[in-house]
């Protein structure tokens, strides 16, 4: 068990390990302040087997109730060669599943298009402020970009990914309560606001990328599902935007009217399920 104060920061391989890149997976989150993940750490080409890391850490990362600290408890930690032991992991990750590191959360990716998108919405999506996240220390923003962040089901804890600038797929993680319970839900709609900047910019994949990430940031918001259905619909997926828009109007059902007259749509008009659609209307 290790204990930090706010901050946890995983420990990077020894040197002598030559990592070439790391990943890491959510396995899921409790219904506390909890999560379970999987780390790894491959190594440089040729210095040992393609695919199998060098380094394994499996466990959960936890604030522990009424105070700040951090607590890492790591099930499994591994490392050198030929130390992958894919079966044991599959074993522990059913152990935490079932020990109550069961539930989803919610995922956000901050992409480097953000910047070319609307300032004001840049601003909301590159800064951590909206999160009122209650930590005293945060990596080295010269050497570490804020790259993607997991919210568990509440929106009172996030697990932050900082990722080494310059370096391919190396990471700082910080796991921190946030007190601002909306701040997913006002993240999600800043990077739809910003994929719409995108698309005006004349820039469509970025646009979708954009919303995609809005959508699924707060996938419970017609503000959200009806963007990045017109989005799905401009890029000629529509399939995928009907199913959106079917959502989104689930969700909120005056998105039938809105639907109705945009011409962001005009690409499904002549498909039967969105006439009927229209006419329940």
């Known amino acids: ?39 790894y750490a491959f190594p440089k080409l040729g210095e040992a087997i393609q695919g199998d890391p060098i380094m394994t850490r499996v466990g959960t990362l936890s604030i522990v109730a009424g105070k700040p600290d951090v607590e890492t408890r790591w099930a499994l930690e591994a490392d050198g060669v030929n130390t992958y032991d894919e079966p044991g992991i599959n074993r522990l990750r059913k152990e935490l599943r079932e020990a109550g590191h069961n539930r989803p959360g919610f995922d956000e990716m901050i992409l480097a298009s953000t910047t070319a998108g609307s300032p004001s919405s840049a601003k909301v999506i590159l800064s951590t402020a909206a999160l009122q996240a209650r930590t005293d220390v945060w990596p080295d923003t010269r ?21 080494k600038i310059g370096e391919r797929d190396r990471f700082k993680f ?6 601002n319970a909306r701040a997913r839900s006002d ?12 698309f005006h910019n004349g820039d469509l994949d970025g646009a979708l990328a954009e919303t ?42 005056r998105s039938i009217q809105k639907a109705a007259k945009d011409e962001d749509f005009d690409s499904l008009r002549n498909r039967q399920d969105f006439q009927e659609l229209i006419l329940r209307h």
Not at 7 to 36: F, H, Q, T
């Open 1 to 39: 068990m290790i204990l930090l104060t706010a901050l946890l920061l995983l420990a990077a391989p020894a040197a002598a390990l030559n990592v070439e890149r790391e990943e890491y997976k959510i396995i899921g989150w409790n219904d506390a302040c909890s999560v379970a993940i999987e780390h």
């Open 143 to 163: 050497r570490w970009r804020w790259g993607r962040a997991h919210y568990n089901p509440l929106g009172t804890c996030a697990l932050l990914i900082y990722e």
């Open 174 to 179: 910080l796991l921190t309560r946030s007190d």
């Open 187 to 198: 993240r999600g709609r800043a990077h739809v606001n910003n994929g719409r900047r995108l």
């Open 212 to 253: 995609d990430i809005g959508a699924k940031l707060a996938p419970e918001l017609a503000d959200t599902r009806y963007p990045h259905a017109a989005m799905l619909a401009l890029a000629g997926r529509l399939d995928d935007a009907m199913r959106e828009l079917l959502i989104a109007v689930r969700i909120d059902r």
